[in-house]
């Protein structure tokens, strides 16, 4: 495995001639044999179909980290997909994200085979109380060194929502209100609950400061959390957020929420799109320009050659699931595609499902009225970008030049996809000064992936950090009565 630059050709610039920044670097994954691009766990050299063995996912995770990738990104549903050709079977044929696991546990598990890289996963709104999610992010957060972060969903999925007690879908714009309480309930538990200098540890006083842990009193729509917070505040103390909305409603969320936001993009006009308007909305809430990342998720196929990209390509097809794409994207969306055929245009549709999704989808077909067939080769090929390294550097700094701070790697084989890539693309984004070569001095996730521009916690213009210092009304201290009292 290569995962040092190699010398860079005589047509590549200097890194400090070309000015560009690193991208970030992001491995796309989730604990299921069939995630986005289905069809790959039957490649004959790939593990997916072994993803319930540990050592798949601790061996990928150690290579990554050795490569020098930022985050691990878990994916994750609570649910089914909504119905394709009439029911679910087609799903768990295919093994369309059933069976699928935790992945918590799994990032937990990485946590221990792992010192530098970042470990995300994905926890709807719908799962876990906050309470509970906010303890079992510090947790991680503590066991890892500061590495955890949360990708906010909110669950498309009607199935997801009926699974935890509702009865179907709430509406679009209902179910980003519902993340506005959520989010802030867990702000108030992992700032304002304790000070970060609470813990004394004094083996001659005190092990922690009465006056400055609190209980947080919230009454809200949804929720009543009297707290305390019980974990101690982790390295990151708010983790690092993720949020991978991309509707009007969806930006708005991330605007004034996410530090990372993830796009399925299908082509860089798309990118420069969504990042101006997310930019606008940046301001509009208070927050520094470009505090938001922009992350695009985009299947690579490198190889040595033009040839043996063409074989690759031809590979690709030939083991490629389309009916296991129109199945993700027309669950995602609320729509059942099954039984359609590939040409049959999909008109106005109107949907309480992932709106930034079909939005996309729309606005990658000349004249925005796709097929059934659009839908699989917008996943397929408008996602994907194949070349040689050099190619592929190429293509990779226009996505840069629209906006795009970093990339969400998408896997067709597991760990296929990634070593390719690692051995094949990666020397050439590390000649070229877009990728790094060590994880610099930062010793959390958050200082590492801003190449420690900013602190281990949160800025000071994000909306969690209005909590610090806040309940001390509440604290321990106040509740203490005298001897006399007692």
Known sequence: MTTQPEAASSSIDAPAQRGRKRLLLSAFLMNTPGHILGGGWRHPDGRAAQFNDLSVWTDLAKRLEAAKFDSIFLADVVGLYGEHEGGWASHVRRGLQIPSNDPLVLASALAAVTDKIGLAFTSSIIQAHPYQLARQLSTLDHLSGGRAAWNIVTSVLPNAHRNFGAVGLPEHDDRYEWAEEYVDVAYRLWEGSWDRDALQADPAGDFADPA??????????????????????????TPYLFQAGSSDRGRRFAATHAESTFLFAPSPQYVADQVAKLRSLE????????????????????????????????????????????????????????????????????????????????????????????????????????????????????????????????????????????????????????????????????????????????????????????????????????????
């Open 283 to 486: 301001a509009s809430v208070g927050r520094a320009p470009g505090s938001v990342k922009v992350f695009a998720g985009l299947h690579v196929v490198v190889g040595s050659t033009e040839a043996e990209v063409a074989r690759k390509l031809s590979e690709f097809d030939e083991y490629l699931d389309l009916d296991h794409m129109i199945a993700h994207i027309g669950g995602g969306i609320g729509v059942d595609l099954g039984g359609l055929p590939h040409d049959a245009t999909l008109g106005d549709l109107d949907t309480e499902g992932a709106r930034g999704v079909l939005e996309a989808l729309f606005a990658s077909v000349p004249g925005k009225n796709p097929t059934v067939g659009d839908v699989a080769r917008y996943r397929a090929r408008n996602q994907l970008v194949a070349g040689t390294p050099s190619q592929v550097a190429d293509e990779l700094e226009r996505w840069q030049d629209a906006g795009m701070d970093g990339l969400n790697l998408i896997n067709f084989t597991l760990p296929g996809t990634y070593v390719d890539f690692i051995e094949g693309a990666l020397p050439e984004l590390q000649a070229r000064g877009l990728a790094q070569t060590s994880y610099g001095t930062g010793a959390t996730l958050r200082e590492r992936v801003s190449d420690g521009a900013s602190g281990p916690t949160i800025a000071t213009d994000h909306p969690a950090a209005q909590y610090r210092g806040a309940f001390h009304e509440f604290s321990a201290a106040a509740t203490e009565k005298s001897p006399l009292q007692v």
């Open 212 to 237: 400055k842990v609190s209980k947080i009193h919230y009454q809200g729509q949804r929720y009543n959390v009297e707290g305390p917070h019980l974990p101690t505040p982790s390295p990151q103390g």
